[in-house]
């Protein structure tokens, strides 16, 4: 699970010539992201505003943008949004509302999406497949008690597990994740780290997330991507590429990057730049 | 894949408790079916009281056997039985499904609890088309006398949802853009229904004012037929909706990155909204809260999968507006209260209980 020989464009994901505009407004100028090579836990950092989670959307289709996107030698940009959301998945930043449903079926309803209800489904029972994958998403994320819970009984981190959870369960190839640890407690932090990098390994998936904890991307993920002000400005190995240079630079903050006792750094901020 | 929990890998006690939650996701199917199933019956007996109550005072057989017989009775009882009672009844179930639908399917697309065809400008909207053809005496050319009014009322009202759609497609418009202009459309149309009532004649203004009212008596044979005709072509449409319904309360941006083509599903539910909603409130007047309220008391009893809720919805609707019908008969006896006049009334009650209800599934 490292990324030490350059992955093949044939076999990630990569987006080029990525160029989004909201209005008038740039927030992407020509930007080329990936290759994100698959079975590698990918972070995409940079400050507030630079255009992470633009990115993100434009990689997944969800914003107009003039991006090619290729996944595995596949042109996910000339695909339906059907098709490609079934290959490369993008969790949003928001938390799955509270809506008063039972978290199995806010899994249940992710899988169907894919395809139209029955005419008359109130009587017939959901897919025995999409039943069997939403249990076996929350038993990876060790949430299977939550399944009968309402979505409106539950906390912003248990909601952001069940939208993990529903992510999960599509079985994508590529995973997007915007922000996934945001309402996450540490314990949980650092167990979907977990989760997300054996997940990724056993699968071979591509995941890409944005992160904003420089200590979980240099410790927890394999390639780091750093945007700032719509443009690309470091991509590589964590320990390479986040340095003190390149933190007063993105996140004009005075930074040092230490090696505790174990080996493993650390970014020690001593105040803004 | 494998499912491995944080802790470790799959124990065996894993799969037991798997088991439990399939056990417990097939009760809660079950305990829906059996809640529809409630409602259903809850409404074939209300229908039956609707239908046997009035100020005439025939008794149950007299009442079979006018229904099984029509042409072995008195004009009179057959008049009473089969152009009165009977559509009556069919039509508070048929207006109330319909009302029920289409507040379900609004407050999902405008992710807002306030959504309904009353609170967004369709029944309003109607009135101002009913107020064109009584005050005025402007109508489309080429419909029957009877059809005039309600006629002018489903154009002005179908127009109403159009505008809302127009202006959900604006640029940097949001759900609650649609919502605001809604409500914005509501206060137009109730001030250029004052003006009529203001300009109109002594009569004009009468019927103006008992069209707004909301009555089951302008109910006919042919009516009903078009109504439940137009409902059975897009309820299924409704309901194969259902799981892109569902994950779009789970927020808009989610249910785009799960492959719903959001605005595609909220076009095509504004459409069944517009022709189901016009249709009923042109034919029925103002009975606007029956579409507020139906959805939120389908989503208490039933959850927010729309394979229950849709369905849940209408038949709440239909039957808070078969009881208000009989209400509307016994309310005072001999005579009978304008329906729009007494859903309220019945439905708040109904409403609180179950919605002041604690929160939880099962």
Redesign the interface.
């Known amino acids: 699970m490292t990324s030490e020989s350059a992955p093949s464009p044939q076999t990630g994901l990569i987006a080029t010539q990525v160029t989004v505009r909201y209005g008038r407004r740039t927030v992407l100028h020509d930007v080329t992201a990936g290759p994100f090579a698959p079975g590698a836990v990918c972070a995409l950092l940079g400050p507030n505003g630079s255009g992470k989670s633009t990115l993100m959307r434009a990689m997944?289709g969800?914003v107009p943008s003039s991006a090619r996107v290729m996944l595995k030698g596949a042109e996910l940009s000339r695909m339906n949004?059907?098709d490609?959301?079934?290959r490369c998945?993008?969790?949003?930043q928001?938390l799955?509302?509270a809506?008063?449903?039972?978290v199995?079926?806010?899994l249940i309803?992710?899988r169907?999406?894919?395809g139209?209800?029955?005419?008359?489904?109130?009587f017939g029972?959901p897919e025995e497949d999409a039943?069997q994958s939403a249990?076996?998403?929350l038993?990876?994320?060790?949430i299977?008690?939550l399944?009968?819970?309402?979505?409106?009984?539950l906390s912003g981190g248990q909601r952001q597990l069940v939208?993990l959870a529903?992510a999960l369960s599509?079985?994508p190839e590529a995973l997007l994740l915007d922000e996934p640890l945001s309402a996450l407690d540490l314990h949980h932090q650092f167990?979907v780290m977990?989760?997300l990098r054996?997940?990724t390994a056993?699968?071979q998936l591509v995941t890409v997330l944005v992160l904003h904890d420089l200590n979980i991307a240099l410790n927890m993920t394999d390639f780091v991507t750093v945007l700032h002000e719509g443009q690309m400005i470091a991509a590589g190995p964590p320990a390479a590429v986040l340095t003190p240079d390149l933190l007063r630079e993105a996140y004009r903050v005075r930074a040092r990057v230490e090696e505790g006792a174990d080996g493993r750094k650390f970014v020690s901020v001593d105040g803004i730049a | 894949?494998?499912?491995?929990?944080?802790?470790g890998s799959?124990q065996p006690s894993?799969t037991a408790?798997?088991a439990q939650?399939?056990a417990?996701?097939?009760a809660?199917?079950v305990r829906r079916?059996s809640i529809?199933a409630v409602l259903g019956g809850a409404i074939m007996l209300s229908v039956l009281l609707d239908f046997s109550l009035g100020p005439a005072g025939l008794s149950p057989a007299q009442l079979l056997h006018t229904l099984l017989h029509p042409y072995t009775v008195p004009a009179s009882e057959r008049i009473i039985v089969w152009q009165i009672r009977l559509p009556y009844a069919l039509m508070a179930v048929c207006v109330g499904a319909a009302l029920g639908l289409s507040g379900a399917e609004m407050q999902t697309i405008l992710a807002n609890p306030l959504a309904s065809p009353f609170t967004l400008g369709v029944s309003a909207a109607a009135a101002f088309g009913a107020s064109l053809a009584l005050v005025l005496g402007l109508h489309f050319p080429g419909l029957p006398d009877t059809w005039l009014i309600a006629g002018n009322a489903f154009v002005c009202a179908i127009g109403s949802v159009f505008l809302l759609d127009l202006v959900g497609h604006l640029r940097n418009a949001r759900t609650s853009t649609v919502v605001l202009f809604g409500i914005a459309l509501v206060f137009t149309f109730q001030a250029l229904v004052s003006l009529m009532q203001f300009m109109a004649s002594e009569d004009a203004l009468q019927d103006l004012v008992f069209w707004t009212m909301g009555s089951l008596t302008r109910t006919t044979w042919p009516k009903i037929g078009l109504l439940a005709t137009l409902g059975a072509l897009i309820i299924?449409f409704s309901?194969?909706?259902?799981?892109?319904l569902?994950?779009l309360?789970?927020?808009e941006?989610?249910?785009?990155?799960?492959?719903?083509?959001v605005p595609r599903v909220r076009r095509a539910a504004l459409l069944r909204i517009s022709l189901l909603s016009a249709l009923a409130v042109s034919f029925v007047g103002i009975i606007g809260f029956v579409g507020l309220v139906a959805p939120h008391i389908a989503?208490?009893l039933l959850?927010?999968?729309h394979?229950?809720y849709l369905?849940g919805s209408m038949l709440a609707g239909a039957l808070i507006l078969s009881l208000s019908s009989v209400t509307a008969r016994m309310l005072i006896p001999g005579v009978i209260i304008p329906t729009g006049i007494v859903t309220a009334l019945v439905g708040i009650p109904f409403f609180l209980t179950i919605v002041l209800r604690q929160?939880?599934?099962?």
């Open positions: 997944a969800l949004l059907t490609r959301t079934k998945l993008y969790l949003p928001a799955p509302a809506v008063h449903l039972p199995l079926e806010a309803a992710a169907q999406t894919a139209p209800a029955r005419a008359f489904p109130a029972a039943i249990l076996e998403s038993t990876l994320f060790g299977p008690h399944a009968m819970q309402a979505m409106d009984e939208g529903q599509r079985k167990a977990d989760i054996r997940e056993a699968h | 894949m494998t499912p491995p929990s944080p802790s799959a894993d408790s798997l939650i399939r417990a996701y097939q809660l199917l079916m529809l299924p309901f194969r909706a259902a799981w892109s569902t994950t309360r789970m927020g941006e989610r249910a785009a990155s799960l492959g719903v083509n989503r208490r959850g927010e999968d394979r229950f369905p929160r939880g599934l099962s």
